[in-house]
């Protein structure tokens, strides 16, 4: 085991010899500077609709998601990921009202 090294591919490896990814880190990681990370936010809009599904990017997973309606009657159903792939966010108010989902995905693997 090598406290730090690179693998023939090209990939760095800490406290680990074989690199599952480019950076392969065994442990705790503390980041100091900016972490770039691939996030995809969207607003998607239904009129008079009721219910509406989302759906990230491919390769893309739901990181949060949010329902919003413009009647005054907010009789949220049901929201959340409908799927257990976390690709897509469903907000159901169980009458027929605008629907708007809010939706931030990122990119996980």
């Not at 591919?9 to 990370?37: C, M, W």
């Not at 009657?73 to 809010?102: E, K």
Request: proline fraction near 4%.
């Amino acid at each position: 085991m090598v406290a730090l090294g690179s693998a023939k591919d090209g990939g760095v490896y800490i406290f680990y010899t074989r690199p599952a990814k480019q950076l392969h880190v065994n442990g705790s990681v503390i980041v100091e500077g900016t972490l770039d990370i691939d996030l995809v936010t969207f607003e998607q809009s239904c009129p008079s609709c009721g219910q509406l599904t989302a759906n990230c990017p491919a390769g893309f997973k739901v990181l949060s998601g949010g329902c919003d309606s413009t009647s005054f009657d907010h009789s949220l159903q049901r929201f959340g990921p409908t799927s257990a792939s976390r690709s897509d966010w469903n907000c159901w108010y169980g009458g027929q009202m605008d629907v708007t989902i809010r939706l931030t995905c990122a990119r996980l693997e």
